[in-house]
């Protein structure tokens, strides 16, 4: 079945201690990237990835890192979270690029206390 | 200007009814456009894709209107399960990346 599958699906966490999300998708996609949706703002982009290797700034992208090492993975670091961090994470995938129908995963809910 | 504008509603819809509502866009090189659902607290779908010269899926119709800078969806003989929020996106303009709208909430009455 083809999917994007996050991990964890609920993390509730402190200030400070890193953590990484992983996403992994089985579809040969070139196109990766991580959204946040916060009530009220709607679904801002973090970080995105054109193929392996090749990663950009999103609209939202302080605080966050990620990786692009092989194809199939895109993780996002929270390197030293902060309660303003908190918010609900998604990940997505398209053949080539943003301009096409995008497949999310099923979403991570952050808690940083 | 906000890159995407939708209004949140609620839409109150009876079921059985058509619904239509409206996303407006800001650039006008915005080459790709898209209509999402998303179901509460879960992952945004691909609902369709909006071509030029629209388009219809069953119960669901798209529309653009480049002269206006907007995009349309409209539910007909709405169903119970049509409850959610409709997600305009759209693409171009020069940074390569997709602008999200908030969102349509559509809640359908029995």
């Known amino acids: 079945e083809a999917q994007v599958t996050q991990n964890p699906r609920y993390l509730i966490t402190v200030t400070g201690k890193k953590l990484t999300v992983t996403c992994s998708q089985n579809m040969n996609h070139e196109y990766m990237s991580w959204y946040r949706q916060d009530p009220g703002l709607g679904l801002r982009q973090i970080y995105y990835?054109?193929?392996?290797?090749?990663?950009d700034k999103g609209d939202v992208p302080e605080g966050y890192k990620v990786s692009r090492k092989e194809k199939r993975n895109f993780p996002l670091i929270l390197e030293s979270p902060s309660p303003n961090q908190t918010s609900l994470y998604f990940c997505a995938s398209s053949k080539q690029g943003s301009n096409q129908p995008q497949h999310f995963g099923d979403g991570t809910r952050l808690s940083i206390l | 200007r906000k890159e995407v504008e939708q209004d949140p509603g609620p839409f109150n819809v009876p079921e059985g009814a058509t619904v239509a509502f409206n996303c407006t866009y800001s650039n006008s090189a915005s080459q790709s456009f898209f209509w999402y659902r998303q179901d509460c607290r879960k992952e945004p779908k691909l609902l369709m894709s909006v071509y030029s010269s629209g388009n219809e899926d069953g119960r669901f119709t798209a529309q653009l209107n480049r002269a206006s800078q907007y995009i349309s969806l409209l539910i007909r003989d709405s169903k119970l399960s049509d409850s959610a929020t409709y997600l305009c996106v759209v693409y171009g303009g020069g940074n390569n990346r997709l602008a999200f709208g908030k969102g349509n909430q559509v809640v359908v009455i029995p």
């Open positions: 990835s054109m193929n392996v290797e090749v990663t």
